[in-house]
């Protein structure tokens, strides 16, 4: 009987120190955030020394839970920590998204009939800066995209091999300016991307 409660004294030793083990590391751990955090924010001078020993004051178990979380409440509540929600790192990720956006045009069926009326769809696709635009052959016979000077001459910016029904070819306009592009198997067909 003695053996076994010697054991349970043993084994609820052995688990205090463990629990205060845990305890020591959370608050280093949280006085080191602490320090950091708040000069970050403002500086650690803002940061009332009654609280910077509440953490070290919990961390030793010498004060409850409660009372060390008050001391981080009274921190937002005054300000002192600011808790950032992510709002201005959603709108930089959005406005990551727009200027990476992705425009389509349509290379229409029955685009290769020279008087057909199935142009480009649309025939001036205007955008921003960093956008890629994706031409996607819904013809029903091969169509390429070539670059074109201001003369109609082919220039080498962006060029597709030609592209069967269904398939896609896509640039990434990084820079402004007014970009023609033809189709070198119907050269009557001319399209324009404008970046502004
Ligand atoms: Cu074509």
Request: glycine letters at 2%; zero cysteines; proline letters at 4%.
């Given at each position: 009987m003695d053996v076994y409660i010697n054991n349970l004294v043993v084994v609820d030793k052995k688990l205090k120190m463990k629990q205060s083990i845990l305890k020591i590391?959370?608050?280093?751990?949280?006085?080191?955030?602490?320090?950091?955090?708040?000069?970050?924010?403002?500086?650690?001078?803002?940061?009332?020394?009654?609280v910077k020993n509440n953490a070290l004051w919990y961390g030793q178990g010498d004060i409850t839970e409660i009372e060390f979380l008050n001391s981080i409440k009274f921190l937002i509540e005054h300000d002192i920590l600011i808790l950032n929600n992510n709002s201005d790192d959603d709108d930089n990720d959005n406005d990551t998204v727009k200027r990476n956006q992705l425009e389509q045009i349509i290379i229409p069926n029955g685009n290769y009939v020279v008087s057909g009326g199935s142009f480009y769809l649309p025939l001036n696709l205007e955008i921003n800066p960093m956008t890629t635009?994706?031409?996607?052959?819904?013809?029903?016979?091969?169509?390429?995209?070539?670059?074109?000077d201001e003369f109609g001459k082919i220039i080498g910016l962006f060029n597709s091999v030609p592209l069967d029904t269904g398939e896609t070819f896509e640039f990434k306009f990084k820079e402004k300016g007014v970009y023609n592009y033809y189709c070198s198997l119907h050269?009557?067909?001319v399209g324009v991307v404008t970046v502004g």
């Open positions: 590391s959370v608050g280093i751990m949280f006085s080191i955030f602490l320090i950091s955090f708040s000069i970050n924010l403002v500086n650690a001078e803002s940061v009332p020394s009654w635009v994706q031409w996607i052959n819904d013809d029903i016979v091969k169509h390429t995209v070539q670059s074109q050269p009557w067909r």
